[in-house]
């Protein structure tokens, strides 16, 4: 009542976190972000923080409470990353409720901290030019070129779902256009809505694939039969992932084995898929490896901050590692094996 008397809150702001995220912060972030963010703030709401601190007074909230929220949250195993997820939603909710008068003070996730035990993310993964080129020889089209836009160009899935003819002119893939879940978006970021530069090899596919398409000058780049953009993870579900999960024994694909009368074995000659993503992150890797600065990877990928490049899209290759040992070993002088105790001239410095 102190804080309700002092008129810091106003009394119909009163209210607690399950009714504002679901009244305010929800149809907040419906107007201003991505279709794809909003679900991942709704998912994480939904599945972590409002089983936990729904029936919360958000004017009552301190550190020391949101603290206790998140320990409760990490008994469940999650992993480092989904931690800092849920801990980075719930602070944005506070900084809404700020700005919008329903809460005042320090934003109380400020000062907390995720489980120091949390399980390290997996190792994202990064194809190299040899799995790229034995994936291409063995998909069919149009995921074919699909596959190759990822791999030479590294544009992300979503981009490659929006494109059309017309953004591919001058040598150049110009992104301009985003799909989720069959939204139209803008791109990641504003640097994402960039020119790419198109290789000859790539240039070639593509010029291969408009004709088998009736050589369109508009209109999306891969359109189902209703003219409509197809969606990337449904060729992934159709063509690409029969194409590389095929029994060693009869080579039918794992979904056409049921009736088989021997066990599915998978052939491991074929490539393994390791999603849309590791396209990217080997793009990154492999002209890392080729020598293009990091910078210039930067602008390729069309990344905000070359941090990024440099933390989660350029990968050790075992290769290049072993070289930079090699490198390394060569440019130690040797040991002088004829030194003896007591040899001060010829002990090593």
Not at 55 to 66: A, E, G, L, P
Not at 86 to 108: C, E, H, M, R, W
Not at 191 to 209: D, Q, T, Y
Request: aromatic residues 6%; positive net charge; charged residues 25%.
């Amino acid at each position: 009542m102190a804080t309700v008397n002092g008129g810091k809150i106003p009394a119909e702001r009163i209210t607690t976190i399950g009714e504002f995220v679901t009244g305010v912060y929800l149809p907040w972030i419906e107007r201003h972000k991505r279709p794809s963010t909003v679900k991942c703030y709704r998912d994480i709401w939904e599945d972590h923080l409002k089983p936990v601190c729904a029936d919360v007074w958000m004017k009552n909230v301190r550190t020391f409470h949101v603290q206790g929220r998140l320990n409760k949250i990490a008994e469940k195993g999650l992993g480092r990353n989904s931690q800092k997820h849920v801990k980075s939603t719930l602070s944005a909710i506070f900084k809404v409720a700020k700005q919008q008068g329903y809460f005042d003070g320090v934003n109380p996730v400020m000062d907390t901290a995720i489980s120091p035990s949390a399980p390290e993310p997996e190792e994202t993964y990064a194809y190299s030019l040899e799995e790229l080129n034995s994936i291409l020889a063995h998909i069919p089209e149009p995921a074919t070129t699909a596959f190759a836009i990822a791999a030479y160009a590294g544009l992300r899935v979503g981009e490659i779902e929006a494109l059309r003819w017309e953004d591919y002119r001058d040598g150049e893939i110009h992104v301009s256009h985003s799909r989720w879940n069959g939204h139209e978006t803008e791109p990641k970021t504003a640097k994402s809505r960039a020119p790419v530069p198109v290789i000859r090899h790539l240039a070639e596919r593509l010029e291969m694939h408009r004709l088998r398409s009736g050589n369109p000058a508009l209109g999306p780049m891969f359109p189902t039969g209703k003219g409509t953009p197809r969606m990337m993870n449904n060729l992934l579900g159709r063509e690409i992932r029969p194409a590389l999960n095929r029994c060693e024994v009869c080579r039918k694909s794992e979904g056409d084995h049921a009736k088989a009368d021997h066990e599915y074995k998978r052939d491991n000659q074929l490539p393994e898929w390791h999603g849309w993503h590791a396209c990217r992150r080997g793009l990154g890797t492999n002209l890392n490896h080729l020598g293009v600065p990091d910078v210039v990877i930067q602008r390729i990928l069309r990344h905000a901050n070359v941090s990024t490049t440099t933390g989660y899209y350029i990968k050790a290759v075992p290769v290049a590692v072993r070289d930079a040992m090699t490198k390394l070993e060569n440019s130690i002088p040797a040991l002088d094996t004829n030194w003896t105790p007591g040899s001060p001239s010829s002990k090593p410095m």
